[in-house]
């Protein structure tokens, strides 16, 4: 199926005329989780097929919103005030014969904008070729309207709004990291045991703003018998007081984090978090985080690599003053 971009077809009556408001911004309803997608064109009928075309489309689980410019001028206002923009698809010639070229140049320069991936489309093929805009650009795709089908509109769709969700991961990813890393030093001047796991548990509340129950539950060997016991190194409740006995923890937890330590491996349960790590001298950790809502992958990842290298730290495995002197033991079994 091949559509036409230019409004002749409607004007003839080939297509038919539909009840459209005329600058009608979203398809989806639920803006949060949908990709955000900017049209940018003077032309009324290419939005109104652009909506048509795209309104049941999905990718990667999520819907798309249309956000709708129909000049230079409208599309800098929407630019500059959305931030989570996906892909915009943009005319060259609007206002000005350059009109799409001067918008690239505003995300691109203006706003520093490098995430929005941007698809160059024209009616009118100018001057320029198109190895000549892509060089002289930073766009993702340059397309004459004639040349997009329903097949290539969603093939550029769909690889632009990936490569936008693996740009956007890797940002977070590395934000995350530098956030871990600037603090290292601090955690390096720690005296004891319970002082290094609180600034730990502080600084991943600070860094992901959790506002849960988050806590470094160690796991021992018995000096009565042979049976490991679990001691809490660090914990810090929602309501930012700072430590529980063992005891006190939610049989539920208290159930999974046994099980972390026996299979020696990170574990998920609806919207909490268990981190497995071991020191140097092979004594089991969990970090435990409760969190509103389950945790984006990139967090995991940062996490599970800040506690990883952050293991070496932990080596008061002697320390049973401060706060394992009220810890409670908690067999594993």
């Known amino acids: 199926m091949r559509f036409s971009w230019p409004g002749d077809a409607w004007n003839r009556g080939i297509m038919p005329?539909?009840?459209?408001?005329?600058?009608?911004?979203?398809?989806?309803?639920?803006?949060?989780?949908?990709?955000?997608?900017?049209?940018?064109?003077?032309?009324?009928?290419?939005?109104?097929?652009?909506?048509?075309?795209?309104?049941?489309?999905?990718?990667?689980?999520?819907?798309?919103?249309?956000?709708?410019?129909y000049s230079e001028k409208e599309a800098r206002e929407v630019?500059?005030?959305?931030?989570?923009?996906?892909?915009?698809?943009?005319?060259?010639?609007?206002?000005?014969?350059?009109?799409?070229?001067?918008l690239v140049e505003y995300i691109r320069?203006?706003?520093?904008?490098?995430?929005?991936?941007?698809?160059l489309r024209t009616g009118q093929p100018g001057?320029?070729?198109?190895?000549?805009?892509?060089?002289?650009?930073?766009?993702?795709?340059?397309?004459?309207k004639t040349q997009l089908s329903v097949d290539v509109l969603y093939t550029i769709t769909s690889s632009c709004i990936r490569a936008y969700n693996?740009?956007?991961?890797?940002?977070?990813?590395?934000?995350?990291?530098?956030?871990?890393?600037?603090v290292y030093p601090d955690l390096i001047r720690s005296d004891s045991l319970g002082e290094l796991a609180v600034r730990v548990l502080n600084v991943i509340r600070n860094q992901f703003k959790l506002t849960g129950e988050t806590g470094l539950i160690q796991s021992r060997e018995s000096t009565e018998d042979d049976e490991p016991v679990l001691y809490v190194s660090g914990w810090i409740k929602g309501d930012g007081s700072r430590y529980i006995d063992f005891s006190e923890i939610p049989e539920e937890v208290a159930a999974d984090i046994r099980k972390c330590l026996i299979y020696q491996e990170d574990r998920k349960s609806d919207a909490r978090e268990y981190?497995?790590?071991?020191?140097?001298?092979m004594v089991k950790n969990v970090l435990y985080i409760e969190s509103s809502e389950e945790l984006e992958e990139e967090m995991c990842r940062s996490l599970s690599g800040f506690i990883k290298n952050i293991a070496p730290l932990f080596l008061f495995e002697n320390d049973t003053q401060g706060e394992y002197k009220s810890s409670s033991p908690f067999s594993l079994e």
């Open 166 to 182: 693996d740009l956007k991961k890797m940002e977070s990813l590395n934000h995350y990291t530098q956030g871990f890393f600037d």
């Open 17 to 69: 005329r539909l009840n459209f408001s005329l600058k009608e911004d979203n398809i989806s309803v639920n803006k949060e989780k949908s990709w955000k997608v900017l049209i940018v064109d003077d032309e009324i009928s290419v939005h109104q097929m652009t909506k048509i075309i795209m309104e049941n489309w999905k990718f990667l689980g999520r819907s798309v919103t249309l956000l709708n410019a």
């Open 79 to 102: 630019l500059s005030r959305e931030e989570d923009l996906a892909l915009v698809f943009m005319d060259v010639i609007m206002e000005r014969d350059d009109s799409g070229f001067r």
């Open 275 to 281: 981190f497995y790590f071991r020191t140097a001298s």
């Open 109 to 119: 320069k203006k706003l520093e904008n490098k995430f929005t991936r941007i698809v």
């Open 127 to 144: 001057a320029l070729s198109i190895r000549e805009i892509v060089h002289k650009y930073d766009i993702n795709d340059y397309r004459e």
